[in-house]
C-alpha cells in the first residue's frame, strides 16, 4: 500500500462512522441544513444586494470592508495594511491559498506561519494541500515524525505517539502567536445584518489569530455572505458537524474591533484585542458562477469535506485530483469556478455517493456535466 492508501484509510475509518454518528445522536442537524441551504440560496439570488449590506454593517460596527474583483486586487489591499518586516500569522483559509497569500506576503518580507496544524506541516513540507479541512491527511505519522526533525531540527522519537507531535508544533507556534502583528483568517459565514464574521475551529489557533495581534484581517468569498447572525451559527453548526467535528471545541465569533461598555456603558473600540478588523472580499469567478442556474448550486459549499470522503475517484487520485486547495468532488467544481480549469470535471466517474452525503443538497455530478458540456463546446468551436 503506498503512503496516501495508509493514511486516506486511516482517516476514512476515524471520520465517516463519527459523522453517522452525530447524526442520528443530534438529528435537528438535518433540518438546521435545510434552513441554511435556502438562506444561502436566498443570498446567490440577490448577491449585490447582500454584498453591499455586509459591508456597510462591518463599516458600521468599526471595522473596514474591502471588495476585491480578483486575487491580485485582494492581495494588494492587503499587502497595505500588513507593510513589510511583520510577523504574520495565518488561520487555515482556502481563500488565502486561492490568493497565493503566504508567499506573497513573505515575498514582501514579512515572516509568515501557517497556524492550523496540517496547514502547518504542509507548510514546512512545501507541499500543496490534500484535503479542505484536513490539509495533510496525505502524511501518515511517520512521515510527520520525519518532517519535524528535517525541518524544526528538533529531537523526535520514532514511536513518538500523535499527541507528542502535536506538542512539539504548539510549542513552536505559541511564540509566533504572542509576537505576531497580524492575524490573518478566513470565515465560515458572514452575517449581512450585523457585519459578524464566524470561524469554527478546534485547535485553538484561529482563537489566538483573532485575539492576539493587534491587526485582524479576514479573508473571504463572497458565498460566505448569510443574510443574518441566526444564519450565520447555523453555518457554523452544520459545518461542524458534517465535517466530523461536532460539538466543535471552538466557535470564534468577531464584530469588529474589541470592544469595551465598561466605563457608563459607552461602547468604546478597542479593548484588549485587536486595534484594527479589516474584511477584504473577494469575487474572483464566484459572481458570475451565481447567475449560471446549474453552476451556482456550487456556490453553496459550506466546505465540510464530506464528499471527498465518499468519493471512488478522490480515494484514488487524492490530491492530484483538482487545482489546490480544491481537490474532490467540491474541488472539481471550484477549480473551473476559481481557475477555469475543466479538467478535473472530466475525471469524475458520477458514482453519485457526493451528492447522497452533501448537507447542503448540491446535486455535484450535474454541476460537473455542466462543466464537462462547457469543455466539449469549447474543443468543438476550436474545429
Ligand atoms: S460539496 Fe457538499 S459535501 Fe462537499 S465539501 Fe461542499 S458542502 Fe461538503
Known amino acids: 500500500m503506498s503512503e496516501w492508501d495508509i493514511a486516506v484509510e486511516r482517516t476514512i475509518n476515524n471520520n465517516v462512522p463519527r459523522v453517522y454518528k452525530t447524526l442520528s445522536q443530534y438529528p435537528y442537524i438535518q433540518d438546521l441544513a435545510k434552513e441554511l441551504r435556502k438562506a444561502k440560496l436566498e443570498v446567490l439570488n440577490n448577491l449585490q444586494k447582500y454584498v453591499e449590506q455586509t459591508m456597510e454593517s462591518v463599516k458600521r460596527i468599526g471595522g ?52 492550523d496544524l496540517g496547514e502547518f506541516l504542509i507548510q514546512l513540507a512545501n507541499e500543496p494541500p490534500s484535503h479542505i479541512i484536513a490539509p495533510a491527511i496525505h502524511m501518515t505519522r511517520e512521515r510527520v515524525v520525519k518532517l519535524l526533525r528535517e525541518k524544526l531540527g528538533v529531537e523526535v522519537s520514532e514511536n513518538a505517539t500523535h499527541e507528542e507531535l502535536v506538542a512539539i508544533v504548539r510549542k513552536f507556534l505559541r511564540e509566533k502567536f504572542v509576537r505576531a502583528d497580524v492575524g490573518i483568517t478566513g470565515a465560515n459565514a458572514i452575517a449581512a445584518d450585523t457585519g459578524s464574521i464566524i470561524l469554527v475551529e478546534n485547535e485553538g489557533n484561529i482563537r489566538m489569530s483573532t485575539v492576539l ?171
Not at 78 to 86: H, L, Q, R, S, T
Not at 301 to 325: A, K, M, T
Not at 332 to 346: E, L, R
Open 64 to 115: 473596514n470592508a474591502y471588495y476585491a474583483t480578483n486575487v491580485y486586487e485582494a492581495r494588494e489591499i492587503i499587502a497595505k495594511i500588513v507593510g513589510k518586516n511583520k510577523i504574520v500569522v495565518l488561520g487555515k483559509s482556502m481563500v488565502a491559498y486561492e490568493m497565493g497569500l503566504r508567499e506573497y506576503l513573505k515575498e514582501l518580507g514579512n515572516e509568515v506561519w501557517e497556524t
Open 213 to 383: 495581534p493587534p491587526v485582524h484581517i479576514a479573508v473571504a468569498g463572497v458565498e460566505k455572505i448569510v443574510p443574518t447572525f441566526y444564519h450565520a451559527l447555523l453555518e457554523a453548526t452544520v459545518q461542524a458537524a458534517y465535517a466530523g467535528l461536532y460539538p466543535p471545541t471552538y466557535i470564534n465569533l468577531t464584530s469588529g474591533p474589541s470592544s469595551t461598555g465598561d466605563i457608563e456603558m459607552k461602547r468604546v473600540r478597542p479593548a484588549h484585542g485587536p486595534k484594527e478588523f479589516h474584511l477584504v472580499l473577494l469575487d474572483n469567478g464566484r459572481v458570475k458562477i451565481s447567475q449560471d442556474e446549474v453552476l451556482k448550486e456550487a456556490l453553496l459549499c459550506i466546505r465540510c469535506g464530506r464528499c471527498h470522503l465518499h468519493c471512488p475517484v478522490y480515494r484514488v487520485l487524492g490530491v492530484n485530483w483538482g487545482v489546490p486547495p480544491f481537490t474532490g468532488p467540491m474541488g472539481a467544481m471550484w477549480s473551473y469556478i476559481v481557475y477555469g480549469d475543466t479538467k478535473p470535471a472530466t475525471l469524475c466517474t458520477h458514482s453519485g455517493n457526493c451528492k447522497e452525503v452533501c448537507p447542503m443538497g448540491i446535486n455535484i455530478p450535474r454541476v460537473l456535466e455542466k462543466i464537462k458540456w462547457i469543455a466539449n463546446d469549447k474543443e468543438r468551436n476550436k474545429t
